[in-house]
């Protein structure tokens, strides 16, 4: 399941201009903005440039696609939520179009030390609507709890972590059929990158 050849193919503006997929295995990288999508990437891929990373939110702004061993895209789309871009109306209709388009499957980041610090911040609304629409669509998704190495510890009456992706879970689990998968990462320790590439192994045969 490791990446032995990673490329960077194209950066697509617009869903029309991107390499048609020929029934090559897609996986869409989507989550908000800053989630750690470009790092994640990296990290897959163990180059530390292949994906832009900008402590800028909103920095990805076009549809990257990278060609795995020669046999798979991965795909980061741009973030949806907070930061709207000047080249598009709306980045959550983009991203929604174009996982829709190319009927990719789809890996959704939450930043783990947003959820594991603050109860009071579980899920954002655009995350729950993002992910009633893949429900919707019938597009499986796998969840990706990032930065899992900045988790802190439970203080004022916080949840761990494991409760806030507990309550994720219940929160989008009446979207889908099944409980989507889910993963914690850290592309700072590399926490998860063998079970994510496994997983999307997995699919591939599926
Ligand atoms: P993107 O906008 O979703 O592509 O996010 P980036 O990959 O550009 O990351 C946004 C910021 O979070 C950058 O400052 C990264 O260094 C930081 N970051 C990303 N992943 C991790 C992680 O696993 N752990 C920690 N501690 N920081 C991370």
Redesign the pocket.
Known sequence: AQVVQAEFVKSSVRTEDCPPSDGIPEFA?V?????????????LVRRKKL??????????QCINHFRINDSWYLV?LP?YGEELLASCDDVYELSSYEVWLLNQMVIN?Q?M?QHGTDASIPAKPIDLEYASWLGQNQIPMTLIF?????RKKKKNGGKRPEENVQDFQELIRDFFQTVPPWIM?????N?GRDEILLHMAQLRNY
Request: overall charge positive; some cysteine; aromatic content about 0%.
């Open positions: 990288l989550g908000r903005s800053n989630v750690g999508k470009s790092s994640l990437l990296n990290s994906a832009l990373t900008s402590k800028k939110p909103g920095k990805t980061d973030g980041l930043p030390h990032t930065k899992c190495d900045k990462t850290s592309s700072v320790t926490q």
